[in-house]
């Protein structure tokens, strides 16, 4: 990819954008995008700020201050990313972590 495009996404996401930047990351890896959820799932626990649901396809977030932040946007798009196109998880969190960074520091 691109620093512009890693760059863009980042700008998407601090400006509010996260459904607009999760379409196109998923039209970049040609996969579907995820829905993107405000409030966490039953169950999970207090310090947990976002996780993914490979079931619903959908990414859940805290609050919509949540909405952004790039990292846990961009984390958790990596889990979709993953699963895609099935269920199973293919992806470690530490890559997740590194995914988020890149775009980030592409921002940066």
Same mark, same amino acid.
């Given at each position: 990819m691109k620093p512009e495009f890693d760059?863009?996404?980042?700008?998407?996401?601090?400006?509010?954008?996260?459904?607009?930047a999760l379409k196109l990351l998923a039209k970049? @890896? !040609?996969?579907?995008?995820?829905? =993107?959820? /405000?409030g966490l799932p039953k169950g999970h626990k207090k310090k947990?700020?976002?996780? @993914? !649901?490979?079931?619903?396809?959908? =990414?859940? /977030?805290?609050n919509s201050d949540t909405l952004k932040e790039p990292f846990i946007i961009l984390h958790e798009f990596y889990?979709?990313?993953?699963?895609?196109?099935?269920?199973r998880h293919k992806g470690t969190e530490r890559y997740a972590d590194?995914?988020?960074?890149k775009f980030i520091q592409a921002y940066k």
């Open positions: 760059a863009f996404i980042v700008w998407l996401i601090l400006n509010g954008k996260a459904e607009k970049h @890896y !040609n996969i579907d995008a995820p829905k =993107i959820k /405000v947990t700020i976002g996780c @993914y !649901n490979a079931k619903k396809k959908t =990414i859940f /977030v805290l889990h979709h990313l993953r699963t895609t196109p099935n269920t590194e995914f988020a960074r």
